[in-house]
């Protein structure tokens, strides 16, 4: 099993148990505040991390930590399981995970709209409902700018990419014209 399906299984484990995004948001705000303690420390991610410490001085140290940030158990839990198994350093490609593994729990479908210029929100409300109906469940939409596809948009479910911008037109037609 490669690391991502790992992480992949430690995000579901804690996805099954958050029930709204507003709780989704705590737990990766509680996840992001120990990161944060982590990398700011090198002496500290060294300590909890190091596969030369002592497994039983990681775990007591975890433990002492946890006990002083007061995380909900889930969180607590989460960070535990992967101290325990020697994965902390994997929390951050964790983090990043997390959002998607817990749309997806919920039948959530994720995608990315990226655009030449910064959309209106009636712009994104109705890209939004178009989505939805393409898709035929709800949506969680992020938005990035991306000047270099000149106009239109580009849409990436997955590792899957709509192409409806303006450079992807040109290049298209180029391909047309250069078959000829």
Known sequence: MNQLSVIRKYGQGLAS????????????KQLE???????????????????????????????KVLDKLNFDTRVSK????????????????????????????????????????????EEKKKIEETLKKVEKKPVRLTFSIKPEILGGLLIRKGSIYYDVSLKGSLLKLKDIISQR
């Open 17 to 28: 148990t958050v029930k709204t995004e507003e709780e989704l948001t705590f737990c990766l």
């Open 33 to 63: 505040s120990f990161l944060s303690l982590l990398e700011s420390d090198e002496k500290v991610f060294f300590a909890l991390t190091s596969p030369f410490v002592i497994k039983s001085e990681q775990l007591s140290l975890l433990e």
């Open 78 to 121: 989460l960070i535990w399981l992967l101290g325990k198994n020697g994965r902390l350093a994997w929390l951050k490609i964790l983090l990043a995970e997390l959002p998607e593994i817990w749309a997806r729990g919920q039948g959530i479908e994720s995608l990315e709209v990226s655009s030449a210029i910064e959309l209106t929100e």
